[in-house]
């Protein structure tokens, strides 16, 4: 398949899995800041703008999908020029006169605990009430974006014992074909369809949903086990659900080599179950 043939599938393909997404809005009614081939892409992560235009966020002329990613990109420093996306009215906004609500039952963008903006106090209240969550401005809102960088956010194993693993070795460019994020950034949770093409993922998670869309065996899929970050195949590995450590999408499912290895994790993690592959459904998919 050619490098376009691949982008339009991944496109096809994206668009259908984000057709029911909050944060997605026609093309049409998008405000895109940036130009070129970088027009839809956030610089930080990879994820396509217009999928998760409610939740974006600009500052020196770029675009960023959410407030994590402009939160990263800053080391938590309150950018003066930054403007947000009101969810009613899709028009960018000052930051600084937006009221958020965080923590609604309404997922949000890379984030564990999401985060819509409002140019109306009354419509953001409104929100609250169908939805739940609390009003903050923007320094408040940014100070949970925080919550987003435990301190173990992305532990590795120590060097006593650090030995020689096979990995899943990750092109700089590839990004994930469901959410379009750029998987390199994030070597312990890549995952990998390797057929005839090679398909790389930014989780678990994202590698099901691909898996059950097209119905494929588990016999191409490979994962990386969280501290070791030795490749796996995906059938033989045990997986963490509802744990404390969020992966770049949020809620995922985190795998191991060993089942003790998986059970330590849960405990030390607030894990709710250590699961084997064919006990993952496509509806826990779903739920995450």
Known sequence: M????????????????????????????????????????????????????K???????????????????????????????DTITLE????????????????????????????????????ISNNGGKMMNFQEAYAVAAEDFPEDFGKKATASTVVPVTKIEVPKDA?????????????????????????????VKDMMKYAYARKLSSDKFYVSDYYKLSKLEASQAFYVIGSNVYGPMGNELIPFATQEEAQSFARDHNGQKVIAFDEITEAMVKSL
């Open 2 to 53: 050619e490098r376009r043939e691949f982008l339009i599938l991944g496109l096809v393909f994206t668009t259908s899995a984000y057709a029911q997404m909050f944060q997605t809005v026609p093309e049409a009614n998008a405000t895109l800041i940036q130009s070129g081939k970088d027009k839809y892409a956030c610089p930080n992560c990879g994820m396509h703008l217009v999928k998760f235009y």
């Open 55 to 85: 939740t974006s966020h600009t500052h020196e002329n770029h675009q960023y999908c959410s407030i994590h990613c402009l939160y990263e990109v800053t080391q938590g420093v309150i950018p003066e020029d930054a403007k947000v996306v």
């Open 92 to 127: 960018l906004i000052d930051v600084k006169k937006a009221f958020y609500v965080v923590g609604s039952n309404v997922k949000g963008t890379m984030t564990r605990t999401s985060s819509y903006a409002f140019g109306s106090e009354k419509e953001a209240q409104n929100f």
């Open 175 to 203: 990004k994930c074909p469901i959410c379009g994020m750029f998987v390199a950034k994030y070597p312990q949770w890549v995952a990998l369809y390797d057929g005839d093409k090679k398909f790389y993922f930014d989780g």
